[in-house]
């Protein structure tokens, strides 16, 4: 070292050593090597620069815990090392703190540690400066001070009065805390709430003058309690008084003249409650008898679809509506099953709502599906009418709104007698913005309807009106709890209308997004349609939607009078270009009025009927009687446009098609237990091109992972209950494996577990996202491609 180095090191030595304060610098590094201290660093802990040297080779963490010496102090090193690393990684310059260090003689000092980060380095390893003062004495002394303020009656502050804040906290006891919880914001909220109190005592305030009021407050729990505040000033801070107040808890005495009232009503509702758990323990325990009947309703149409796909395999037609309809069965009796789990995850606040798109034209059929032969059954009208409908792609949450309007329609027409009629109106609304609308949803029945005191607990879970003529009609009394929670979610409203013996009316209105979908731009102006059905409403919204399309619409009520007018247009060479029929219409249905079309005007005019039931019902009759093509009520535009294209106009059109999936050179990590799970889920992928390779548990998915090239796998599918090693623990490992594709391959949960904790501990084990069982097709290729294309 050259002569001005030494002298530099000289000054700087005397320098560090004249603050008298202990100085050192550190290496950030896992021992926090010390690289230099002054003297007072040395004379703090009581130890010779030359033993430091020795003993612990200047590494801070063998100073912390030394085996050999019987030093065991690891859990102060860990505090410290916590907040040098929360520090870095916050990107702060430094970081204070007051901790324990030991000296040589065994004693404790209590330290306040000031460090700063430097941009200096040493080996790759950061520097940082640290300053360290013994504030054992003022901590003692802060001690000392709050075990006399605890041993007073009540609890203490000291606060500074006036000024912009009216009142300052500087300080308080223990007590206090415990009352008003850490920092003043609940403080603070107290004085709002009693300021008209502390106004009353402002002059006293300003004069410096004792003060002693009661108060109202809420602490820590959310409870009231009063407090009886006596206040004294100390000194003057500024032009500011100091006062020292003392708060006493008299919430008892305050209370006392009101507890015998109170036990009164404690007793009443404790009566009341009784009654409520024992009504409830009685409707839970009739629970599982009521719900076979909707349970056998779905299974019933998957074994009788499975049984006719079987005698029907030559016919492909015909298996895809048995399987469209094992689906949606399916469905059905999946939401059945979880509408116990759903009463659940709502009570809880865990149900989750969705905003997608959906296609009302698609969920109106859905729904019709699966509600239409009970309907059928019992003999009784269906009709589905819309009003107003502008649009038909929204964005909300199509599993929850389907879920509503079945659980309407299956409870109206429950509790229609046979012959009785159920009616479903749509109509659209403006909303609060360009944006939005509201759907206004209205189901009646012309039912048995409802007294006016059940009508006040038809919305309870397990509710059922004791009547006669509904005791065998069995069911699981959630749906309408459930229905109304479901619509107060989607941030809409319902409310019924009945009386006993005349029906009832559900109205629910639900607000909607809409979807950025374009309008539909096709017109056919040239063409001339004359529409055939009973209902006014239904006349009058067809040929408002024909003209939309440009179309001359001509409508009529009557099947003959269609007749009649047909062979008159073909008499007078202005024939029309398609007739569109309503199946079921008095005196002359449908399929009537189109023989008698066909038999007096021939085979060419296209004849399309339109009905809320099922085609597959009178398919075979109907094209016996010469109609081209069906048209499934509701008739949205969409359908009305593509009837017109197809069966009028013979153009080659697809209605509503799937989008397709090619995940051709992805590789895809499948770990599941389940063998048939497994091949399932193997095979659905392996449609889209995906490669698959499969685990059998979360040990050999891991496995699988770690002994595969990098970047080899675009995606991992894991279960979430596995033997030998689940899927949280199983997703930890592999982001922890030291391999750069580790921390960022998509890993998707595919798990039965699907409660909102569920997936928050999914994510919180490194997962991406979570699909539940049973698996939805569409929604997985839509997640898988969300990741990977």
């Given at each position: 070292?050259d002569?001005?180095?030494?002298?530099?090191?000289?000054e700087?030595?005397?320098?560090?050593?004249?603050?008298?304060?202990?100085?050192?610098?550190?290496?950030?590094?896992?021992?926090?090597?010390?690289?230099?201290?002054?003297?007072?660093?040395?004379?703090?802990i009581?130890?010779t620069k030359?033993?430091?040297?020795?003993?612990y080779?200047?590494?801070?963490?063998?100073?912390?815990?030394?085996?050999?010496?019987?030093?065991?102090?690891?859990?102060?090193?860990?505090?410290?090392?916590?907040?040098v690393?929360?520090?870095?990684?916050?990107?702060?310059?430094?970081?204070?703190?007051?901790g324990?260090?030991?000296?040589?003689n065994?004693?404790?000092?209590?330290?306040?540690?000031?460090?700063t980060?430097?941009?200096?380095?040493?080996?790759?390893?950061?520097?940082?400066?640290?300053?360290m003062?013994?504030?054992?004495?003022?901590?003692?002394?802060?001690?000392?001070?709050?075990?006399?303020?605890?041993?007073?009656?009540?609890f203490?502050?000291?606060?500074?009065?006036?000024?912009e804040?009216?009142?300052?906290?500087?300080?308080?006891?223990?007590r206090?805390?415990?009352?008003?919880?850490?920092?003043?914001a609940?403080?603070?909220?107290?004085?709002?709430q009693?300021?008209?109190?502390v106004?009353?005592?402002?002059?006293?305030?300003q004069?410096?003058?004792?003060?002693?009021?009661?108060?109202?407050?809420?602490?820590?729990?959310?409870k009231?309690?009063?407090?009886?505040?006596?206040?004294?000033?100390?000194?003057?801070?500024?032009?500011?008084?100091?006062?020292?107040f003392?708060?006493?808890?008299?919430?008892?005495?305050?209370?006392?003249?009101?507890?015998?009232?109170?036990?009164?009503?404690?007793?009443?509702?404790?009566?009341?409650a009784?009654?409520?758990?024992?009504?409830?323990?009685?409707a839970?325990?009739?629970?599982?008898?009521?719900?076979?009947?909707?349970?056998?309703t779905?299974?019933?149409?998957?074994v009788?679809?499975t049984?006719i796909?079987?005698?029907?395999?030559?016919?492909p037609?015909?298996?895809?509506?048995?399987?469209?309809?094992?689906?949606?069965?399916?469905?059905?009796?999946?939401?059945?099953?979880?509408?116990?789990?759903d009463?659940?995850?709502?009570?809880?606040?865990?149900?989750?709502?969705?905003?997608?798109?959906?296609?009302l034209?698609?969920?109106l059929?859905?729904?019709?599906?699966?509600?239409?032969?009970?309907?059928?059954?019992?003999?009784?009208?269906?009709?589905?009418?819309?009003?107003d409908?502008?649009?038909?792609?929204?964005?909300?949450?199509?599993?929850?709104?389907?879920?509503?309007?079945?659980?309407?329609?299956?409870?109206?027409?429950?509790?229609?007698p046979?012959?009785?009629?159920?009616?479903?109106d749509?109509?659209?609304?403006?909303?609060?913005?360009?944006?939005?609308?509201?759907l206004?949803?209205?189901?009646?029945?012309?039912?048995?309807?409802?007294?006016?005191?059940?009508?006040?607990?038809?919305?309870?879970?397990?509710?059922?009106?004791?009547?006669?003529?509904?005791?065998?009609?069995?069911g699981s009394?959630?749906?309408?709890?459930?229905?109304?929670?479901?619509?107060?979610?989607?941030?809409?409203?319902?409310?019924?209308a009945?009386?006993?013996?005349?029906?009832?009316?559900?109205?629910?209105?639900?607000?909607m997004?809409?979807?950025?979908?374009?309008?539909?731009?096709?017109?056919?102006?040239?063409?001339?349609?004359?529409?055939?059905?009973?209902?006014?409403d239904i006349?009058?919204?067809?040929?408002q939607?024909?003209?939309?399309?440009?179309v001359?619409?001509?409508?009529?009520?009557?099947g003959?009078?269609?007749?009649?007018?047909?062979?008159?247009?073909?008499?007078?060479?202005?024939?029309?270009?398609?007739?569109?029929l309503?199946?079921?219409?008095?005196?002359?249905?449908?399929?009537?009025?189109?023989?008698?079309?066909?038999?007096?005007?021939?085979?060419?005019?296209?004849?399309?009927?339109?009905?809320a039931?099922?085609w597959?019902?009178?398919?075979?009759?109907?094209?016996?009687?010469?109609?081209?093509?069906?048209?499934?009520k509701?008739?949205?535009?969409?359908?009305?446009?593509?009837?017109?294209?197809?069966?009028?106009?013979?153009?080659?059109?697809?209605?509503?098609?799937?989008?397709?999936?090619?995940?051709?050179?992805?590789?895809?990590?499948?770990?599941?237990?389940?063998?048939?799970?497994?091949?399932?889920?193997?095979?659905?992928?392996?449609?889209?091109?995906?490669?698959?390779?499969?685990?059998?548990?979360?040990?050999?998915?891991?496995?699988?992972?770690?002994?595969?090239?990098e970047?080899?796998?675009?995606?991992?599918?894991?279960d979430?209950?596995?033997?030998v090693?689940?899927?949280l623990?199983?997703?930890?490992?592999?982001?922890?494996?030291?391999?750069?594709?580790?921390?960022g391959?998509?890993?998707?949960?595919?798990?039965?577990?699907?409660?909102a904790?569920?997936?928050?501990?999914?994510?919180?084990?490194?997962m991406?996202?979570?699909?539940?069982?049973?698996?939805?097709?569409?929604?997985?290729?839509?997640?898988?491609?969300?990741?990977?294309?």
């Open positions: 070292m002569t001005d180095s030494r002298e530099r090191d000289y700087y030595t005397t320098l560090m050593n004249m603050l008298r304060v202990s100085v050192s610098k550190h290496l950030l590094n896992e021992h926090f090597s010390l690289v230099w201290a002054n003297d007072f660093y040395y004379e703090l009581g130890y030359e033993e430091y040297e020795i003993l080779h200047n590494q801070c963490d063998s100073y912390y815990s030394n085996d050999e010496l019987g030093i065991h102090d690891e859990e102060d090193w860990e505090r410290l090392g916590g907040v690393t929360k520090a870095l990684e916050e990107g702060r310059s430094g970081y204070s703190n007051i324990r260090i030991r000296k040589k065994g004693e404790y000092a209590l330290v306040q540690m000031t460090a980060f430097v941009d200096d380095y040493i080996d790759g390893c950061q520097v940082s400066y640290t300053a003062t013994d504030v054992t004495d003022i901590i003692q002394q802060q001690r000392e001070q709050s075990v006399t303020y605890d041993n007073l009656p009540g203490v502050a000291k606060c500074r009065v006036g000024g804040q009216g009142m300052e906290l500087l300080e308080a006891n223990s206090f805390y415990d009352f008003f919880g850490e920092g003043d609940l403080f603070r909220e107290n004085l709002k009693n300021a008209d109190v106004e009353l005592y402002r002059k006293k305030f004069s410096r003058e004792a003060v002693h009021f009661v108060a109202r407050c809420i602490n820590r729990d959310g009231e309690a009063w407090l009886q505040v006596n206040a004294a000033c100390l000194d003057s801070l500024g032009e500011e008084p100091l006062y020292l003392l708060f006493i808890d008299i919430t008892n005495e305050t209370e006392l003249r009101q507890m015998q009232e109170k036990l009164e009503k404690q007793a009443q509702e404790l009566k009341t009784l009654r409520l758990a024992e009504r409830a323990n009685r839970k325990s009739d629970f599982l008898s009521h719900m076979s009947h909707d349970i056998r779905p299974m019933n149409a998957i009788g679809m049984d796909a079987k005698s029907h395999l030559n016919e037609d015909k298996i895809l509506d048995c399987l469209n309809k094992i689906t949606l069965s399916g469905q059905h009796l999946l939401g059945l099953i979880n509408d116990v789990l009463m659940s995850k709502i009570e809880n606040g865990n149900i989750s709502i969705s905003n997608m798109p959906l296609s034209p698609e969920l059929t859905n729904v019709v599906t699966i509600t239409q032969p009970n309907i059928k059954a019992r003999n009784q009208k269906f009709a589905v009418r819309l009003h409908l502008r649009h038909e792609r929204y964005c909300s949450d199509a599993l929850r709104l389907r879920q509503i309007l079945i659980n309407l329609l299956s409870n109206a027409s429950k509790f229609t046979s012959g009785g009629s159920v009616t479903m749509i109509a659209e609304r403006a909303g609060e913005d360009a944006l939005s609308v509201y206004d949803i209205v189901i009646t029945d012309t039912g048995i309807g409802m007294s006016q005191d059940f009508m006040e607990h038809i919305f309870e879970p397990f509710s059922r009106e004791q009547d006669s003529r509904v005791d065998k009609t069995e009394g959630l749906g309408m709890a459930i229905t109304k929670r479901l619509v107060e979610l989607l941030g809409g409203s319902i409310r019924v009945s009386s006993a013996g005349e029906g009832s009316t559900f109205s629910v209105s639900v607000p997004q809409l979807d950025n979908m374009p309008p539909m731009p096709l017109r056919f102006p040239e063409l001339k349609i004359l529409v055939v059905d009973d209902g006014e006349l009058e919204y067809m040929e939607a024909l003209r939309e399309f440009g001359i619409a001509e409508c009529t009520e009557s003959a009078e269609a007749v009649s007018r047909v062979g008159e247009a073909r008499r007078k060479g202005a024939d029309y270009d398609a007739v569109i309503d199946w079921k219409m008095p005196g002359m249905d449908g399929l009537q009025t189109a023989r008698q079309i066909r038999k007096e005007n021939g085979g060419d005019i296209p004849i399309l009927i339109m009905s039931y099922d597959s019902e009178i398919e075979e009759p109907a094209k016996e009687a010469g109609i081209t093509g069906f048209l499934q509701p008739i949205f535009l969409s359908t009305l446009c593509y009837g017109i294209q197809k069966y009028v106009l013979g153009q080659d059109v697809v209605q509503d098609e799937l989008p397709t999936y090619d995940f051709t050179g992805k590789h895809i990590l499948l770990v599941e237990d389940n063998e048939l799970n497994r091949e399932i889920a193997r095979e659905l992928l392996q449609q889209t091109g995906a490669a698959v390779d499969v685990a059998g548990d979360g040990k050999a998915g891991v496995e699988a992972f770690e002994n595969s090239m970047a080899f796998y675009d995606l991992i599918l894991m979430i209950r596995m033997p090693m689940d899927g623990r199983a997703s930890r490992k592999i982001r922890r494996l030291s391999r750069k594709d580790a921390a391959i998509p890993v998707i949960a595919m798990t039965a577990d699907a409660f904790e569920d997936v928050a501990a999914a994510r919180q084990a490194g991406n996202d979570h699909i539940a069982k049973p698996i939805d097709v569409q929604q997985l290729y839509r997640l898988i491609a969300r990741y990977i294309s």
